[in-house]
């Protein structure tokens, strides 16, 4: 089969982690006999650089056309560090998000067994951890009106929401959790915002229409302290915006590192994925970033594109990295040796159209010690 994938580098280690997504996804269309189109734009810092702006009109159109998008990752220093900005990478993000309607936020947290030990929880509390986070991306109080005084001495923004925002990802939500454990935990703060005593209201209505699934109700403070205390807790959850962004970055730290959260942004008629990561500037041209949420979210793309074996083809890869240790050094501490971004990429394409090889000789050829035959 043939597919147009629109490839959003972005910022920082953005073009990194992307290069080995696409190697993950050229093997892939090798070993299953696909075509994928790569069609590159520009979005972010570099877009600011290139255009002025960070979403350029052609990204835009080169995204509405694609099957697919994959992004890599926004933001710079120079823009963080200065509050003063007009223009900033994030807005792009956020823009395109809006543009095609993207407006269910899809960011599943796993336990890998063998990284367990890498958690900063106790390992009885963090093994068989296994849910899915839907937040709401397209409303909320990061497009609502925002104000600054004449003086400088006060701002605000706004945060609205209406019945059909909230009703869109909610049922998303609950489709997914009659796939899983059957279970929704809507996370607001009904006791003090009135946009979640909406949210719930209207959720509490929705769930009329899914009676094998159960609805609990969590306050985002309690959630995020659960989360930390039993993340076995939850299956699937649904939340506002804001408090999506939250409580992904707290997720994210459970497993041992923000370098295996994958994420999708769906809409009716496009969807993107990327890494839950940042620009990670720091890192930018060592290869040492974790390229391994980009390539699961590779793996998403795959399942949204309806090639699930293909799928799961990635995700065994990524379990086999992680198995034999070929990995990059953000979680080291559980492997006690690290390799290169684009040797973690050469892996996962090995992996992907040599599946049959046995682990001594995948051991090996990241060693440099062999080679395929």
């Keep these: 089969m043939k597919f147009t994938i629109a490839v959003i580098p972005g910022d920082g280690i953005g073009p990194e982690v992307i290069t080995q997504a696409k190697k993950a996804l050229n093997a892939v269309a090798e070993a299953y006999d696909h075509i994928f189109l790569y069609k590159e734009a520009q979005l972010g810092s570099c877009a600011i650089d290139a255009t002025g702006g960070p979403l350029p009109k052609k990204t835009i159109e080169i995204c509405k056309k694609a099957d697919a998008i994959l992004f890599g990752a926004v933001g710079d220093p120079k823009y963080d560090n200065d509050p003063s900005a007009k223009v900033r990478p994030e ?22 067994n063998n990284l367990i030990a890498n958690s900063p929880l106790k390992r009885e509390i963090i093994k068989n ?4 986070i839907f937040r709401e991306l397209t409303g909320g109080i990061y497009f609502g009106k925002k104000e600054l005084s004449e003086d400088m001495q006060s701002a605000s923004d706004l945060s609205t929401y209406t019945v059909d925002e909230i009703s869109r990802v909610a049922h998303l939500a609950f489709q997914a959790a009659q796939k899983r454990k059957k279970k929704v935990t809507l996370v607001d703060k009904a006791n003090v915002l009135e946009t979640s005593r909406l949210w719930r209201k209207t959720v509490t209505e929705i769930a009329k229409e899914y009676s094998d699934v159960s609805l609990e109700y969590l306050f985002v403070d309690n959630a995020a302290m659960k989360m930390i205390l039993n993340p076995k807790h939850f299956d699937v959850i649904l939340t506002e915006n804001l ?34 990561h940042g620009s990670y500037n720091q890192a930018k041209g060592k290869d040492i970033a974790n390229p391994l949420a980009s390539i699961l979210s590779a793996g998403m793309l795959l399942k949204y594109l309806g090639l699930h074996e293909e799928a799961d083809a990635i995700e065994r890869a990524v379990d086999k990295s992680l198995a034999l240790g070929i990995t990059t050094e953000d979680i080291k501490r559980k492997i006690q040796s690290s390799t290169s971004t684009s ?31």
Aim: proline letters at 2%.
């Design 91 to 112: 807005q792009g993000l956020l823009q395109l998000r809006k543009e095609l309607d993207l407006f269910c936020g899809v960011r599943p947290l796993k336990a890998y």
């Design 343 to 373: 040797k973690v990429g050469d892996f996962i394409a090995d992996y992907i159209t040599n599946q049959d090889d046995s682990n001594m000789n995948f051991k090996n050829i990241h060693m440099g010690q062999s080679t395929i035959i």
């Design 129 to 132: 951890t296994d849910f899915i």
């Design 243 to 276: 408090f999506g962004d939250m409580i992904s970055d707290v997720a994210s730290a459970l497993c041992g590192s923000i370098g295996l959260m994958a994420s999708s942004s769906i809409g009716n008629e496009n969807a993107l994925f990327e890494p839950i």
